[in-house]
């Protein structure tokens, strides 16, 4: 679902799971049909699976869509359960009109949510989507605005009530995403996890480092934006959501491939004050396709230079594996959650071509199209804070003009 954003009120996390379940009644009434593929999506099942099940072709009723809900095999992916026969009849007839054209050679930044500008960019063009989100229920932004996602919850991206909810709207954004990648293309989603706990949600890493020197003496009440941790269906107090595994889990459940997820290991992490659990040293980097063999070369990574995602002799082995040993960014330049420019350009050099065309959807201050234009890439990107594509928007004017385009 695509739409005007919103301005954002401001509201606590309250990770309550609502208790909303299927109106069997109102579905039995209605009278419409729906594409075989589009439901396939939405009930987490393959579309072969979904034709030998109901013996239907290319069109289902919403007979058959309550028949798919009640098996063992559903899995909710972008709305939940409740609401796949709304979100079918408002999609089915939808058009969208795919009519952005780029203003590369080089790079085009574009301010908006990455959601609405995804689905205006023409289907099958885009070689490698390499990105990272925000993490659920951890950051402010600059420029927070709402989204209206599919689902009917209106929020920020990363700032859902519940878990469930972001990686729902991860889904829906992968999903059109998937839309716009090239059949041997590949994305490349950048997550870390989040714990179920009561805290405070904070402006920036800076921040949170600030706190944990014992520099911050606000009290959790006292903070302007706060997350619960009660009210969940069964996630208690401190436990691990496993947000990247069932994002992955969702990315197979929509028809893509999931190739690998790997570990980014962190040559360096905050400081965590937790007692009964282990630090984190890790994030994920789950490498998603729409086919089982997509543009790959491993080489790259032996040839390639350090600070764009070759091998690093000091950490790494000759062999690329899942484990990628790679520093956290600085975190200058402005924005307070980047990655270093050797991840995206890692996932850059393995699956893309020179002159082949990467996006990054949430682009913050640049690093993936430093890392593109460095592979010889064009390069397309997005962001709904004009503060961060300002950064961006210089960080790769110096680098064009360096590279001498
Ligand atoms: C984790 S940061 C990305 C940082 C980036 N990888 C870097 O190295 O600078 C996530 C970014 O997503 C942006 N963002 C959040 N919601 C968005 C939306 N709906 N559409 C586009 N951008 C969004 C934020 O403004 C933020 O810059």
């Given at each position: 679902m695509t739409g005007a954003h919103a301005t954002w009120q401001p509201t606590d996390i309250k990770p309550h799971t609502p208790r909303t379940s299927l109106d069997r009644n109102h579905i039995a009434q209605l009278d419409h049909s729906y594409r075989l593929?589009?439901?396939?999506?939405?009930?987490?099942?393959?579309?072969?699976f979904v034709r030998k099940t109901t013996g239907q072709k290319e069109f289902l009723t919403p007979q058959h869509v309550l028949h798919l809900l009640d098996l063992d095999a559903?899995?909710?992916?972008?709305?939940?359960?409740?609401?796949?026969?709304?979100?079918?009849?408002?999609?089915?007839?939808?058009?969208q009109e795919r009519n952005f054209i780029p203003n590369p050679p080089n790079y085009d930044l574009r301010l908006g949510n990455a959601l609405d500008l995804i689905g205006t960019i023409p289907t099958s063009t885009v070689q490698c989507a390499i990105t990272s989100t925000p993490y659920w229920g951890t950051r402010i932004y600059e420029d927070?605005?709402?989204?209206?996602?599919?689902?009917?919850?209106?929020c920020p991206y990363g700032l859902e009530q519940t878990p469930e909810g972001f990686i729902r709207h991860t889904t829906e954004v992968m999903d059109s995403l998937a839309q716009v990648i090239t059949d041997d293309g590949s994305i490349w989603w950048n997550v870390m996890d989040s714990f179920?706990?009561?805290?405070?949600?904070?402006?920036?890493?800076?921040?949170?480092?600030?706190?944990?020197?014992?520099?911050?003496?606000?009290?959790?009440?006292?903070?302007?934006?706060?997350?619960?941790?009660a009210g969940h269906s069964y996630l208690k107090d401190?436990?691990?959501?496993?947000?990247?595994?069932?994002?992955?889990?969702?990315?197979?459940?929509?028809?893509?491939?999931?190739?690998?997820?790997?570990?980014?290991?962190?040559?360096?992490?905050?400081?965590?004050?937790h007692n009964s659990r282990v630090s984190r040293g890790l994030e994920y980097v789950i490498h998603i396709t729409k086919t089982?063999?997509?543009?790959?070369?491993?080489?790259?990574?032996?040839?390639?230079?350090?600070?764009y995602g070759g091998r690093?002799?000091?950490?790494?082995?000759?062999?690329?594996?899942?484990?990628?040993?790679?520093?956290?960014?600085?975190?200058?330049?402005?924005?307070?959650?980047?990655?270093?420019?050797?991840?995206?350009?890692?996932?850059?050099a393995l699956s893309t071509e020179p002159g082949d065309l990467v996006l990054d959807p949430f682009v913050g201050s640049g690093n993936s199209g430093l890392a593109a234009l460095h592979h010889g890439c064009s390069f397309l990107g997005f962001d709904i804070s004009q503060t961060y594509l300002s950064i961006a928007k210089d960080r790769l004017e110096t680098a064009t003009r360096y590279l001498n385009y």
């Open positions: 593929e589009e439901v396939a999506k939405v009930v987490g099942m393959s579309a072969l559903f899995k909710e992916t972008i709305v939940p359960r409740s609401k796949v026969i709304s979100y079918l009849t408002t999609t089915h007839n939808a058009v927070p605005q709402a989204t209206p996602w599919a689902d009917g919850e209106i179920n706990t009561r805290t405070q949600i904070r402006n920036s890493a800076a921040e949170a480092l600030r706190a944990m020197e014992g520099k911050d003496d606000r009290k959790w009440e006292e903070h302007f934006l706060r997350r619960y941790s401190g436990e691990q959501c496993l947000i990247p595994a069932l994002i992955a889990e969702r990315a197979s459940q929509i028809g893509l491939y999931v190739k690998s997820i790997i570990t980014w290991a962190k040559r360096s992490t905050l400081p965590e004050p089982r063999t997509p543009k790959f070369d491993k080489r790259i990574y032996l040839t390639a230079d350090k600070q690093d002799e000091s950490y790494e082995a000759e062999k690329l594996s899942d484990v990628w040993v790679l520093n956290t960014s600085t975190g200058g330049n402005g924005h307070g959650a980047q990655f270093p420019t050797a991840l995206p350009g890692r996932c850059i």
